[in-house]
């Protein structure tokens, strides 16, 4: 490989390590924001798509989830170009740009939307689905192991919630979980983590999957 494909190798993980910041940053930032401009907000009694439907914080929530959305589409397309020719590499970017595309769904029709419900549901089913896939392609890594774990706290998360196991009414701290787990996965645990290098299974030019596969 020359200097020059070298340099532009690194410079596209360092943009595809920019969109997933973004992404993470301006959900998760939104939803930091909507919540304090909201005081009736109850983190027992609401779910969090509730702040986009009240005036004063349904423009930072909705936003940064739109605007997350289509970072993390940016991000996902970058992962799937640090590893073009590995088919489950393939698999999990199109798994992870579908579940950007619902939680920029979730900002795009709120509450009151008849198409809010299956956005929402898409998000977390595929951020699920995209931590098992990932998981297992790296299940020979200590990263890949509790990424898989993940998608099994996942599920309990929601399964526990369903069958009543939650002290709450409402969903934002069922929700909650699968959010951080997403961020953590973008910035340390993921195969190209935005944290850098020190963390990376990735590298420049390998997907850290499992040969096996």
Same mark, same amino acid.
């Given at each position: 490989?020359?200097?020059?494909?070298?340099?532009?190798v690194?410079?596209?993980?360092?943009?595809?390590?920019s969109?997933?910041?973004?992404?993470?940053?301006?959900?998760?930032?939104?939803?930091?924001?909507?919540?304090?401009?909201?005081?009736t907000?109850?983190?027992?009694?609401?779910?969090?798509?509730?702040?986009?439907?009240?005036?004063? =914080?349904?423009?930072?929530?909705?936003?940064?989830?739109?605007?997350?959305?289509?970072?993390? *589409?940016?991000?996902?397309?970058?992962?799937?170009?640090?590893?073009?020719? =590995? !088919?489950?590499?393939? *698999?999990?970017?199109?798994?992870?740009?579908?579940?950007?595309?619902?939680?920029?769904?979730v900002?795009?029709?709120?509450? %009151?939307d008849?198409?809010?419900?299956?956005?929402?549901?898409?998000?977390y %089913?595929?951020?699920?689905?995209?931590?098992?896939?990932?998981?297992?392609?790296?299940?020979s %890594?200590?990263?890949?192991?509790?990424?898989? #774990?993940?998608?099994?706290?996942?599920? #309990?998360?929601?399964? %526990?919630?369903?069958?009543?196991?939650?002290?709450?009414s409402?969903? #934002?701290? !069922?929700?909650?979980?699968?959010?951080?787990?997403?961020? #953590?996965?973008?910035? *340390?645990?993921?195969?190209?983590?935005?944290?850098? !290098?020190?963390?990376?299974? *990735?590298?420049?030019?390998?997907?850290?999957?499992?040969?096996?596969?």
């Open positions: 490989m020359s200097a020059v494909d070298g340099g532009n690194t410079d596209e993980v360092a943009v595809t390590r969109f997933g910041a973004a992404a993470t940053l301006l959900a998760l930032g939104g939803i930091a924001v909507a919540i304090a401009l909201d005081p907000f109850s983190w027992t009694a609401d779910a969090l798509s509730d702040l986009g439907v009240r005036d004063r =914080s349904a423009p930072a929530f909705n936003w940064g989830l739109i605007l997350g959305g289509i970072a993390g *589409v940016g991000y996902a397309l970058g992962l799937w170009r640090s590893a073009a020719g =590995s !088919p489950i590499a393939a *698999v999990r970017a199109a798994v992870l740009a579908f579940a950007m595309v619902a939680m920029a769904g900002g795009v029709f709120d509450l %009151t008849p198409l809010h419900g299956p956005a929402a549901i898409g998000f %089913t595929l951020i699920t689905v995209a931590f098992a896939v990932d998981g297992l392609a790296r299940r %890594t200590t990263t890949g192991r509790v990424v898989l #774990a993940f998608a099994a706290v996942h599920v #309990a998360v929601w399964a %526990t919630f369903v069958a009543g196991g939650w002290p709450v409402g969903l #934002a701290l !069922p929700e909650l979980p699968g959010a951080l787990m997403l961020a #953590a996965w973008v910035w *340390v645990l993921g195969p190209l983590p935005v944290l850098g !290098p020190m963390f990376d299974s *990735v590298g420049t030019r390998t997907d850290g999957i499992d040969e096996a596969d």
